[in-house]
């Protein structure tokens, strides 16, 4: 047997089975941010100043709940000897999650003018039962993955099966709900989350294998936690991450990513409806675009990661690459021309998606070397606290250029300075998030090939 199936101690079923759950997080969190403020600021109506606040506090609730539940469940349970640390988790906050989806589209039915602050409150109640569970879910999914696959060579391995797998989802969750919704009929979107929900629970299901801990990774755990040790504070917690120069480094970079994707997925319903005058369903080959060059440039990007065993310059190169081709994004008006501009989009939005978890992961190993402690959830709630402020910036953004350029309301046509907000907060405002995290990422992270390997013995040696 080679020394590097020694290394790989899972099954690649039990991966593509892992995967499973990550495409569930990108099912949802896919349709969440394409349809969430576009529905009750153009669908329902609601003035563009009580959804920007409102997603402004969801957002900052989504920020301080994530490292909570990192910190809340980074901790043995009654559960933990048979079930496992995390398994329990992601199960229990998996279902609530997609259950409470279907709550965002079924608000009150009251005059958006007359009753803004009953529909105010509602997105706002929706929006954090939503979060509450999705942080359950996706902290405790997330933890798995340094804990269970230990090597280089099985992080690897493992995210070249879940990543495509992963991507299913993201395909599914931009092609299948634009084909129930119709611009202007409520009760579509309804439909669209019940549907959800049921190709939700199914993803789930079939997650189960890998997401379930094998007893050799829950003794571990246990041999080494000290119950009779005080634990650290969560803002204690919280100060020795931030002291870690390229776990800060890291959150700062991923914040502005998921700034610029959220504000690209968050514009598409807009441009379809008011630049490109199409219905719903055209959506449906535009989000095809960027997740066809997606598909089909992930085994690229993992097979260059493999070649070079450099994680920093692949997500250089591909971040770089991001941000530059989200400039055009802004000043393509022919439908099937956006098409092809997405599926080179895609393929750069692949290779830096596929990045984060190795990056993630080599940064994890630095933090136990320092500390001499596992505490995964913790570094992946505060990865969740940062990322989610992307959903702020988005709020922030559409909230100011609707403003300034006059968006009207559940309108069907908008002016042509509207127009171009719309089209500004699709490409150029996205660039300068994208382009910033790179120029941060390049300039302060410091994890190259020979600390990464370094790291890696030592967390050996600590046997942790």
């Not at 395909?171 to 979107?189: C, E, R, Y």
């Amino acid at each position: 047997m080679s020394s590097d199936s020694l290394k790989i101690k899972h099954s690649k079923g039990n991966m593509a089975s892992y995967g499973f759950a990550k495409a569930l997080n990108e099912f949802i969190d896919m349709a969440f941010t394409a349809f969430g403020f576009y529905f009750y600021e153009s669908e329902i109506g609601l003035n563009v100043w009580l959804v920007g606040t409102g997603y402004i506090i969801f957002a900052i609730y989504n920020a301080i709940n994530d490292p909570l539940v990192g910190y809340l469940t980074d901790r043995p349970f009654n559960f933990t000897k048979k079930w496992g640390r995390r398994f329990p988790w992601v199960i229990f906050g998996g279902v609530i999650w997609l259950l409470s989806y279907i709550l965002i589209f079924i608000p009150p039915d009251v005059d958006p003018v007359s009753g803004a602050w009953i529909l105010f409150a509602w997105l706002l109640f929706a929006t954090c039962l939503f979060d509450t569970f999705a942080s359950l879910f996706f902290v405790n999914f997330s933890a798995i993955y340094p804990d269970k696959f230990r090597s280089v060579e099985e992080r690897r391995t493992a995210n070249a099966i879940a990543t495509p797998v992963g991507i299913l989802g993201i395909v599914a969750g931009g092609i299948l709900p634009p084909l129930f919704i119709t611009f202007g009929v409520k009760s579509s979107f309804i439909i669209q989350a019940g549907i959800m929900l049921i190709i939700g629970l199914i993803m789930l299901a079939v997650s189960i294998p890998g997401l379930r801990e094998d007893q050799v990774t829950i003794d571990r755990y246990l041999s080494k936690y000290e119950p009779e040790k005080k634990r650290e504070s969560f803002f204690s917690s919280l100060k020795t991450a931030l002291k870690q120069r390229n776990f800060v480094i890291f959150i700062i970079t991923y914040t502005l990513y998921r700034s610029l994707v959220i504000c690209v997925q968050s514009s598409i319903p807009y441009v379809i409806r008011f630049v490109l005058k199409r219905p719903a369903s055209a959506m449906t080959l535009i989000m095809a675009g960027f997740l066809i060059g997606a598909i089909l440039s992930v085994p690229v990007w993992i097979k260059l990661a493999q070649k070079t065993n450099n994680n920093r310059k692949i997500k250089l190169i591909s971040g770089f690459f991001l941000a530059f081709i989200s400039i055009p994004l802004t000043f393509v008006t022919d439908y099937f021309l956006l098409f092809f501009v997405l599926i080179i989009w895609g393929v750069a939005l692949g290779g830096f998606w596929v990045m984060l978890a190795p990056v993630l992961a080599d940064v994890i190993d630095e933090s136990i070397c320092v500390t001499e402690k596992r505490e995964e959830g913790v570094y992946m709630g505060f990865q969740q606290f940062f990322g989610r402020l992307g959903i702020l910036a988005q709020a922030i953004t559409f909230l100011i250029v609707h403003s300034l350029t006059g968006f009207q309301e559940g309108a069907d046509t908008q002016s042509p300075q509207a127009v171009f907000g719309i089209q500004l907060h699709f490409g150029i405002i996205p660039f300068v998030f994208m382009f910033l995290a790179m120029l941060f990422f390049a300039k302060w992270y410091t994890l190259t090939p020979d600390k990464v390997k370094d790291n890696q013995l030592k967390v050996d040696e600590l046997c942790l």
